[in-house]
């Protein structure tokens, strides 16, 4: 029976260069043994830091005891990394939830901008059904440069945030809730056709992508 | 060539004794001579009002001039009734749009109630986008004993609103917008998804029906 | 391995003041340890009785003994709550189910109103295949204040009932069945263009969400 | 510019031998003047008699006198021949509609009965929001040997009368009403996941098809 | 922890007298305890035979050996039931499935025949990428009274045998397949709009559905 | 007003050196006075021909005479062009379709492959619902290099020529039918899906497309 | 008949204060009575200029002399304003699209721009089937401050344009194609899914979002 | 218990000789006992070798060791074979995919192609997002008579190479991805779609189906 990790990988290291963007390795979906391998490879390596993302708790467990301590990981974001990039002062950038549920994508943004050396605020639960959660922190959340806005079900927050905010604003739908919340594509369309004008979107669950898209904005500040 | 209108018709006027709500005639798809037929014959009739919905001015404005005489037209919610059933004291209906392009759906609802005979109030145009217009609203809402609430696009003002009144309130999503609007199914989900409890939501566009669930609750006072 | 339950919770606890509908739990999705830590909290917690749905029976069986006697737990509704709310009395509701697959979401909607304090009554097995089980029933369930009705597949049963009674009548899709089902999503759109008009509809399997609109009723009267 | 009318066509006369239907035209998405062409060779044709359907009143319109004579044309069911198959005695259909806005379908099965000589009744606007329309006329449905059903919106007709007769019952959906109805699609998913058993079920507005279902049946007492 | 089979259930025993049908128990999604009462009461049942549906081999395989053995089990099928109904002689159905894959579809349609006592054939695997397999067999085929026809995928075969058989003829989608096969919704489409005519359609995998229509049409001859 | 020919277009011409396909005009959305420029500015070029797809009659009939004269056009199949490429003999594509709906794209198939100076032959309404049509051909349409299939409806007729033909296979779904068809989408997923293998699939009505996968297959023979 | 333009409107003159962006008036939908009194309204009005957007020429063409002489309006973009903001020098903005087919969303993102007063640049027809024209415009591209790419169909270039651009990028996916393009959501899906990391997406045709994610940005520089 | 292998299975062993494929097992979906024997029955058999698909390491790995033992078994690409056939020389097919989590599908289609005695390269993770992959093997990839392209997400590797590339060209979309990837319906939809004419697309994840393609492409070279 033939190996399974034999599969031809081409790492992309000129990509910060080019696009001022690490490369990172998106675990879902590949063989343990596969991320055991990158997981070794990456923590020895002291040039190029690389981030994991959907590294399961379940699969992280199963790694041996050197390979788990060889990273700092974070279940809740199942995210990895060996070492950060150095950080990049000055700019800010607020990572606001809809609900606690969406903790796992919130993470995982906020995890990616920590990664990429850039400082953030998480504010959690921050919902519409009660007002005052978001009304008691906007003043704060505009001190940042950039807002990360996550919810999922109706994902109402995006719209009275884009209303309350001249940030750029980059918004995450999350697959939280069930029947028409549809997977996440209910919460998706309504950030797409929101009231709020301005409002960049992302896929379903991907707070990797709306940390990176920060890092963008970012990078016209160096 | 066979006559469009001897399709077979049979009225079903003992509802209003069974569920308490009288019968309408959807016009949408109906042919216009069955239609002049209708508005002449109901015009005529003094014991058994009708209400006419979804008749379209283009229609509306092909009638002889006796038919369009006999009968109160509004434009805007493309109704029409010959006359009102009698009125309902006591207890009232509040009607919120999110947008003024919500207004077709919202006059529905507004005349459906007005031809009820219940009393009713319309605020338009309170879109979370600017929040300030729902919040110098809320308290004169809240003394109303049902809010029907109407809304496109993302629909947050259903999940802000039902964060701030205790009462029964139903929501209509409306099929404006494009692209992901999806014709109303977004506002739709996130209505169903809503993040605030106990909001009984309706078909697309169908302002008919929420002043006939408000209707219903109504019928409890009697 | 940072805890999973590190997760920023901000409880609304001034919600029943503002719409007269208490929190509530949703269990699914969130992890063990933050149910058993929320289970523990409110169990002990005298003051604000909380509502868990959602709460499977696989998951309830892996709790601590004394967590599993500090509620009342019922499988089939997948519901707990440590002590309910005052009772409201006067006001009653009747819930109505086409099949006992249903049960889960019909006593979902039971469990809810018991929790509420609110009178009620349950019809399960009640579908149009056999419209003798509905004739024989409907005089009984209109002495009702408000009317739940809940089923799957193609939710007959909502139009027929709409027909037949003149209360408020909430309707609440269930995901029962296979194929064109589709999850809950012919129920559901079945409901919503129902010829029985003024139903307000819910999210599919969201038993909990009728019972609000129903509390929403009561409110008036109170 | 080459004529739109060269396209091969090949007429399948060998299909009544074969199958015990004939052959029809579906005018619809075919231009005119292939379908002046083709009325004009049929109605001077007595040996095959052939059925039009889907033939719009506002194309019919535009043929030339001599050629609207030369068919039997009936414009709700939008259908044409210029004469029958030989009449089948004994056997007879139902044919029941939910509503009249429904007849466009409903008396496209009923013409296509009459084309292949099989007697039928037809039974409009039963729906069941008012179920003593269908109870009043279920006795004498249930003389005929075959049933069709037409039925849009939620189509609980099917069910209900899905219950009511031991006969091959055929069920059409319509694409009547808006949003949710889909088009059909909701009436076609709910005929499909039926409560009531042995139901077939037929394309959205396809009359044509449940006519020749039931003409397949009576080929049995041939 | 409340008991998981205190759902009311209300069987239908008037249903063979008014529609000529058995009732049947659909077991996917019932509890393991319910079915096994369910099946220990039915075996002893000598008055009112019963058919399970959906019974999977493995749920099957937990049941006490006494209720394995009181009852006939079928495991392609997934069907279960103690004795028959009584033999229905004279008329005969085919049963023609596409692929071997189709079998658990198959097979459910002839289970549920030989339970209702009628007479039928099975012919798998004559699918139209070898049309030799279907060519050989039709001759046969129209031999029967009644043609049900199962597969998946394209489901290409209806619309071949639909154009070589005047029988009654019942098309049943299957789940089977990946990708664009969409679990069954390609096949059903493909059967819905066939281009040959009078076929009825079940839902994807109701094997059970077709063999009721095929008792429908028998009831005919009773 | 700005006027709406203002549009930056840059032609690939070096498309042909590269790709062995020639540029064409997608002429569908385009307004009627770039169109014009366009046919222009291509019948006046000798060197480099250029097709026009999806040029509706309506949209032909509008352009002064000279334009009209300037270039070949064929209505069925809504194409246009000046001057063919240089004929390449020895390879035949055979083109086959379903039904006489079919033509728009089965013409726009040929037009493409004689433009390119590629023999083919054309079959028409060789549906499978009458198999002696496809049976009487199918020896001759062997005798092409490459052979393209377009159907509408369920597309049965790719799956049947699939298990009888050798040859590279290409398959264009169509627009054609209604309800379930789903504009194509229905003949898209079956051809899909089919149960013959090898089958390449192109977007629905795109006749072009595979006009340019036969190309590509020829252009190996030279 | 009531007349059409008596529906409330609020505009929202405090919104350019609170997020830096001024308010837009959606043509689409309006009736031509509303929009003829807004642009009269707004061209006298010198304090708050406003743009309006999706006013279709045919609309446009239809307005008094002096109100299209008021404004300046594009036919491409379909937009009109009667002045400008005032200029935003520094930064500037470059706008990419794949096709000349997409000048309609193209240019609403370049009219807005202007209106906001931001330098932009337009490169049009940049599609990948020819990779030269992107490579010979990618270097002047990256001396932009943001950028914003509009395509449709499979919308691969904003995956390779991702690939290319360290600068923020948002990405606008347009309705243009047939069949699977499905109305432009099949480039909105590949644009959510790109394989290039930080692309914020908009709504299918939304040139107008997209230019107001650019001046959310530009606010950071002010 | 009946056994589950009675199911009836009919090889089409005159398919090669018909259309110059061979037949292969679809493991999926079939239970383990079936395979078994067939892997048996095949392993044996030196006259006519059989393809096995879709056969998971799980299930393969559950296998008797002398079954395991007498096929040549990848786990990657999920096929095996007891011997191939005769090699075909002179032509050769290249295999390019976008991204090492295609490997399932890559390889799926390059041992299919090894099985039918086929010349072919593999190029894998030659995505888009970093062009120069794709560019420095472009000229070697052209030097192949069959381009099969594999890739998820976005797809664009596809429109690229379609643009740069004479060859036939046959692309499989990948359910690789997660939310608005859709399990490879925006792959596929994008493939459809593409600006990169005369593309032929496969079911989801079908390497097999392109590998039969590329077949039929060099059965016109024998």
């Known amino acids: 029976m033939k190996n399974v990790n034999e599969i031809g990988v ?8 080019r696009i ?31 981030l994991f ?4 708790p379940e699969v992280f467990e ?41 903790a796992f994508v919130t993470w995982e943004a906020a995890r990616t901008l920590e990664y990429m050396g850039i400082e953030h605020t998480v504010y959690e639960d921050s919902g519409v059904a009660g007002l005052w959660r978001l009304a008691s922190r906007i003043e704060e959340v505009n001190k940042h440069q950039v807002v990360i806005v996550v919810a999922g079900l109706d994902a109402a927050l995006a719209s009275v945030l884009g ?8 918004a995450v739908p999350t697959s939280v809730g069930y029947g028409q919340a549809l997977g996440g594509a209910t919460a998706l369309n309504s950030m797409l ?4 004008p301005g409002i960049g979107v992302f896929n379903i669950d991907n707070g990797y992508g ?10 016209l500040f160096q």
């Open 53 to 56: 993302t959907r590294l399961e």
């Open 163 to 170: 209303g309350l905010t001249p940030k750029p604003i980059f």
């Open 10 to 17: 081409l790492f992309d290291h000129a990509r910060p260069g």
């Open 20 to 50: 001022g963007l690490p490369e990172a390795v998106f675990c879902q979906g590949k063989h343990i043994s596969v991320l055991e391998k990158l997981l070794r490879e990456f923590s020895a390596e002291t040039e190029r830091p690389i």
């Open 193 to 196: 056709v929101s009231c709020a």
């Open 210 to 219: 709306a940390a990176c898209a920060a890092a963008r904005v970012l990078n």
């Open 62 to 102: 199963k790694m041996p005891a050197e390979v788990q301590d060889g990273v700092n990981y974070h279940a809740v974001s199942r995210t990895a990394y060996a070492r950060t990039l150095p950080s990049r002062p000055g700019a800010r950038v607020a990572v606001i939830s809809a609900g606690s549920a969406d």
